[in-house]
């Protein structure tokens, strides 16, 4: 008889995620199949939920499994899946990371070899019901196809450590290589969640020069110090976009910044962080991904100032490896433990989803 696995089903917009059980499928040559240990909730998760980013009217076939932000074992390896993207040994039981999107490698971004703009990419939310049905984080297993970008995980990094380096570390490492941030420059950092917190790490090791993170939670400021940041702007205090504009003026010489980062998610965070950068910056937009809202932006503003936007969403193919040896240089020196707080089993999604979006918790894990 062939084994199953259970798997949390996103059954649509407002309904609570179903329990479901499949059977674990066997790999194609080139495939495998990981034993999920831990899945954290991600802010884009969270949008999915409450239906902001409305997957059924995006023609996503449902139910569908969600998550993205995951680590775990070999489960089963198909013929030919004898090592990872870096040449290492692959084996039943080692621990392995891997991209949850799937470039198509034939489209013309693909060919110039920019895959993190294939327009296959946003389709990583695949439907359960069909083969191979472990297509998402939020199950006991997930089934990466044939050729994929994965990378074995050092023993040195544990799976909270290394569970969100698939999305938000990889996330900014990549950006902030997109918008070429480099040595000594001052870099504004617009929301202090998950993307944010990463950014400051990630920033420092690149040699940015002064780090100055906005947001209106004390306790995220908080963390965010703990990071390094340099300074700290809190909405509470500086109340409006111009405040703010201000306050970033003065801390940076009344030039602006060199680099703005919007990693909140609030279209109206963009005029107000391109109002922050001296002539000739750079902004960097990672954080926007909901459908249809839209923010007013002054065009002759960014041409007078030669400013210069990036927009980036997924990541390249060496990402994740530079991603893990982050970790591994710098675990010590940046308290990573502090930003997963909450861990429930995958029969208490709901209660996950529930008590992340009340921010009860900063980011919750599921342990399938
Ligand atoms: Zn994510
Ligand atoms: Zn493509």
Redesign the pocket.
Known sequence: MTEKGRAAVYLGRGQPFGMREYPIPEPEPGALVVRISRANICGSDLHMWRGDLDLAALGAPLPAILGHEMTGTVAKLGDTSTTDSTGQPLAVGDRVVYRYFY?????P??VRGN?AA???NMLYIGPSEPWPHFVGAYAEYYYVKPKHNIFKVPDDLSDDLVSPANCALSEVIYGLERVKLSFGETLVIQGAGGLGINAIAVAREMGAGKIIVIDGIRDRLDLAESFGADEVIDMKEYCTAADRTHRVKELTGWWGADVVAELAGYPEAIPEGLAMLGNGGRYLEIGNISLGMTCGIDPSSMVIGSKQMHCVVMYGQDTLGKALRFLSRNKDKYPFHKILSHTYPLEEINQAFEDQNRGLVKRAAIIP
Do not use: R
Not at 103 to 107: D, H, I, L, R, S
């Open positions: 470039p198509c490698g034939c489209c971004a693909c895959d294939c327009p296959m």
